[in-house]
């Protein structure tokens, strides 16, 4: 079986950093995604990796070690709106659908 | 392009019937995908299509489900004799497959399903 792993909630002040985990043991790896969603709201695509290493885009930041089957994505410099669930998907082979955690429920306080 | 389009919104049923939701992927994008999520959960695939080809269809997805996507482009997500635990956001999203890069999900804004 496929399964993926998030913590389901975690909570951060304003202008913190937060790190949200995911780890994973899937048949197969072709890349790893996250996404994050609003409550009512569809998944919006926030990052990729597919190699080894950190990939940085802005404020938020997405991890990879394929040798521990283990992400991260952290967020820095908090706002409220990022209050939402971030979503951990695996890609099992080339071609195939995403499949997803059970997402990580993230509450920014002020 | 205005992104992936889902109709309806919002459809409340009585157990026993029928229900049809329709996905209008971006025009070109080749692939089609049909999620479920529950309140909690993440996404949890369904069936894709490669144009018109479905090619993959989770053994979760019970012969009350059939999907089509007729002429490659706009799909629809059949439910047969409704259940109340079919009670979901049914998502469709799209992509463009290629042989490298992300081929990164569009998802559209999804088709609340209530049965009572």
């Known amino acids: 079986g496929q399964n993926i792993d998030q913590p389901t909630e975690m909570t951060a002040t304003e202008g913190a950093i937060v790190q949200i985990n995911c780890t994973y043991q899937?048949?197969?790896?072709?890349?790893l995604f996250w996404y994050q969603q609003h409550a009512g709201e569809a998944p919006t695509f926030l990052s990729y990796n597919v190699l080894d290493g950190l990939e940085e885009k802005g404020r938020f930041s997405s991890f990879l070690s394929r040798s521990k089957g283990y992400s991260y994505l952290l967020l820095k410099e908090l706002q409220m709106k990022d209050s939402a669930s971030y979503l951990c998907a695996v890609r099992v082979a080339r071609g195939t659908a995403l499949i997803f955690g059970k997402g990580t429920t993230l509450s920014v306080s002020s | 392009d205005t992104g992936v389009s889902q109709n309806p919104r919002h459809k409340i049923t009585k157990r026993g019937q029928n229900v049809t939701f329709r996905c209008d992927p971006i025009s070109e994008h080749n692939r089609l995908y049909w999620y479920r999520q529950t309140l909690g959960q993440g996404p949890e695939f369904l069936t894709y299509?490669?144009?018109?080809?479905?090619?993959?269809k989770s053994r979760l997805l019970s012969d009350r489900f059939s999907a089509e996507r007729p002429k490659g482009s706009f799909s629809t997500l059949e439910i047969q004799r409704t259940e109340q635990g079919d009670s979901a956001m049914y998502l469709c999203?799209?992509?463009?497959?290629?042989?490298?890069?992300?081929?990164?999900?569009?998802f559209g804004a999804g088709s609340r399903l209530t049965v009572l």
């Open positions: 299509f490669q144009n018109e080809a479905q090619l993959e």
């Open positions: 999203a799209s992509s463009l497959e290629t042989r490298s890069g992300a081929n990164v999900l569009t």
């Open positions: 899937t048949s197969g790896f072709n890349g």
